[in-house]
């Protein structure tokens, strides 16, 4: 029963998870609320807030699971993708406890986790299965063969799905992060009241670049059109009455069609591929019109739909963990050579 101590670092939350037997044990997050003043991640930053929170992360971790550091049989941490001076923090805490106890180290792939998510409750999907990824930095469609074998058939050509919502939520004039405050008033809102345009790319590939713009104009022109024109441009005064008086309206139709653009593409490659088992991960995965568009796809197709909990949706290191635990029984172990990369997974 191999006990496995993982590290999550690659953006601004520090987590440490403990895995026993593929049983998650326990899963420490700390948030940093210093980014929110910045409207966005400040990597320098980021790094700063893991090296104060990985120790008593850890130690949390442990405590809930009520084991000791020697007790651990592997390390493992995330090896990409993110912020490289985040993900240094991680790597180089779970390196030099594998170092002093003499442990093997495992690396794990931060988007390979957010799929294998879906492994950590007691009901599973069956292999093959297909997974939308959808986080601030990834929106991807992955054919999961087996928890080592993955393949990517389909991402945005552009934005992510996540970086839409708070992108849209910025010029809203929400604050950071706007994403969940967009689901927030989405769901006081008519989704139908305002159309905005489906982009039409070819195969399993999105694309969500169009889609802002044509919001942009839609909100410079107080809603009278997504085609910048002179003659309907607003003042800044005219466009914030515009927004204050429909904003719930605005975010129900605004969140609808990212909705709609991702799970058209998804149950596209789930039917030309004959797949029955459908998941979902990531932190976009969190949004809860998306998890009832996602539950209605199932039941409309007579598909086995299945979402991770809310702490296993954004990051977190009980993903990591999970992971690391196949690669366990695969045999699949790193050096102390190994190196934290910014991007990864294609």
Known sequence: MPIILAIESSCDETSAAI??????????????????????????????????????VVDIALNKAGKTLPEVDAFAFTQAPGLIGSLLVGAEFAKSLALSLDKPLITVNHMQAHVLANLI???????????????????????????????????TIDDAAGEAFDKCAKLLGLPYPGGPLIDKYAKE?????????????????????????????????????????????????????????????????VQKRIITILLNKFSKAARELGIKDICIAGGVSANSGLRAAFTEL????????????F????????????????????????????????????
């Open 189 to 253: 809102g008519n989704p139908d009241r305002f159309q905005f345009p489906e982009p039409k790319i070819p195969g399993y590939n999105f694309s969500f670049s169009g889609l802002k713009t044509a919001i942009l104009y839609f909100l410079m022109n107080a809603g009278k059109s997504q085609v910048y024109k002179q003659e309907f441009a607003a003042s800044e005064e005219e466009k914030k009455q515009f927004i204050d008086e429909n904003l719930a309206d605005i975010c129900a139709s």
């Open 19 to 56: 895995c026993e037997d593929g049983n998650i044990l326990s899963n420490s997050i700390a948030t940093q609320a210093v980014h929110a003043q910045y409207g966005g991640v400040i990597p320098e930053l980021a790094s700063r807030a893991h090296l104060q929170n990985i120790v008593p």
């Open 121 to 155: 409750p007691d009901k599973k999907p069956s292999f093959p299965f297909l997974c939308l990824t959808v986080s601030g930095g990834h929106t991807q469609i992955v054919l999961c063969k087996s928890p080592v074998e993955m393949e990517v058939i389909g991402e």
């Open 298 to 309: 199932g039941e409309k197709n007579g598909w086995n739909a299945f979402i991770p909990e």
């Open 311 to 346: 702490q296993y949706c954004t990051d977190n290191a009980g993903m990591i963990a999970i992971t690391a635990y196949y690669k366990l029984l695969a045999g699949d172990f790193a050096s102390l050579a190994a190196q934290p990369a910014a991007r990864g997974f294609h």
